[in-house]
């Protein structure tokens, strides 16, 4: 943008989007068909300002946040430019305080992909410090203008028929999160997760919503629309150690969202030690889910039994609200030493007696159950305990491994 519009303000014919670094996208909903293109320029801080200028509208949305990536980020945007359809497509990056070579291989990138009739939308933020991944996947959405949204990690890379394949199933559920099956890198780094996310029925999308695993669908294959996404609201903005996905998956499921996935393998899915998930604490992610389980499930029972008498079931029954401790009938396991101590006396308790659980074996045990049993690691003795109850997931019990 010329010198003299930043001096004049607003340029020509543009209606000002978000005048902060940290705009709310509720105070600042983009009508889509109204803006179809958002210009970035500089505030004297440093943080964006976004203008919404006239132009075509622009069906999808590519939306990729980039923290140093320079590693990686060459591929992940030669993925978008191999898109098999891309005549009504754009990028949207927001670059979030790199230090390395990653604004010169967007450059590079917005270049080639308008060659071929591809726009690219970048902002940045240009201070010290990063405001984190919420930050800026906020930050490329405003600027964006599609109609719907397709999320991408700089460190990821898309199957060219992605795009497509997604958006044929966004127009068929418009208020769903639709992801994919993906393909992890290194291929057996995180082999269970892997099986889990490519593996799940359409039904264990919407009950298995409460293990360790986050998501159903993971954040880099999400895939929606714009106007869900803004009636759902911005990602958190807390930066490094807050489980943004997780809590917007959250968010969007108490407002009736559905979770579908396209079963074709869409995305290869990096494992590496700067990735951001690592960043977040396992006790921040294990009080989210026990606050959404006790909202979600065990608002609506009056008992329940919690499979795992070891340390994760004493933990998670520690972990409850008084009220739901006392909906605990027992703990049942498999385990012969621990069925043999009968009982675990709730030691923290101020209460007098000491609460104490019956423990008993999972056969003579009264669902609906809880599960904190980890899935696929027994070599099938546990999934084949739980399916001779002749039990119906989502009612009976639900897993909180």
Not at 361 to 367: V, W
Request: charged content about 25%; hydrophobic content about 35%.
């Amino acid at each position: 943008m010329a010198e003299a519009e930043r001096a004049a303000g607003s340029p020509p014919g543009a209606v000002q989007v978000n005048g902060s670094a940290g705009g709310n996208l509720k105070d600042h909903p983009v009508p889509p068909r109204a803006v179809c293109c958002l210009r970035p320029i500089r505030a004297r801080d440093g943080a964006p300002q976004l203008w919404a200028v006239p132009g075509p509208h622009r069906l999808w949305s590519v939306i990729v946040p980039v923290h140093n990536s320079e590693c990686w980020l060459d591929e992940c945007l030669k993925s978008v430019w191999e898109q098999d359809f891309k005549q009504t497509m754009e990028l949207s990056i927001f670059n979030d305080a790199s230090k390395d070579g990653s604004a010169e291989i967007i450059a590079k990138w917005k270049v080639k992909l308008e060659d071929a009739g591809v726009p690219v939308v970048v902002g940045s933020n240009d201070s010290a410090q990063p405001r984190g991944v919420g930050f800026a996947k906020n930050q490329a959405i405003i600027q964006s203008s599609g109609t719907y949204l397709c999320f991408l990690d700089s460190d990821d890379v898309m199957m060219p028929q992605r795009v497509r394949l997604q958006h044929e199933a966004a127009i068929q559920h418009p208020n769903s999160i639709i992801g994919c099956q993906v393909r992890r890198e290194p291929p057996e780094s995180t082999a269970r997760y892997t099986r889990w996310i490519n593996n799940l029925t359409e039904e264990q999308l919407l009950t298995q919503v409460f293990t360790s695993h986050g998501p159903t669908v993971i954040m880099p294959t999400w895939f929606c629309s714009r106007e869900w996404f803004y009636h759902v609201g911005k990602f958190d903005e807390g930066g490094k150690g807050v489980p943004e996905d997780l809590l917007f998956f959250y968010k969007h499921l108490q407002k009736g969202g559905g979770v579908l996935r396209v079963n074709h393998c869409l995305l290869l899915y990096r494992y590496h030690p700067q990735a951001a998930t690592h960043s977040v604490h396992e006790e921040t992610i294990w009080n989210h889910r026990v606050k959404f389980l006790e909202d979600r499930v065990l608002s609506t029972w009056t008992s329940f039994t919690i499979w795992n008498a070891g340390k994760q079931g004493k933990k998670l029954y520690r972990s409850l609200s008084p009220a739901n401790r006392k909906k605990v009938t027992a703990f049942c396991d498999v385990d012969e030493k621990k069925i043999a101590k009968g009982f675990y006396t709730f030691e923290e308790s101020e209460e007098r007696p000491k609460p104490k659980i019956p423990i008993c074996h999972f056969r003579e045990a009264t669902p609906p159950f809880i599960i904190c049993v980890k899935q696929d690691l027994t070599g099938g003795a546990f999934e084949s305990n739980l399916s001779m109850l002749n039990l119906k997931e989502g009612r009976d019990y639900y897993h909180f491994n």
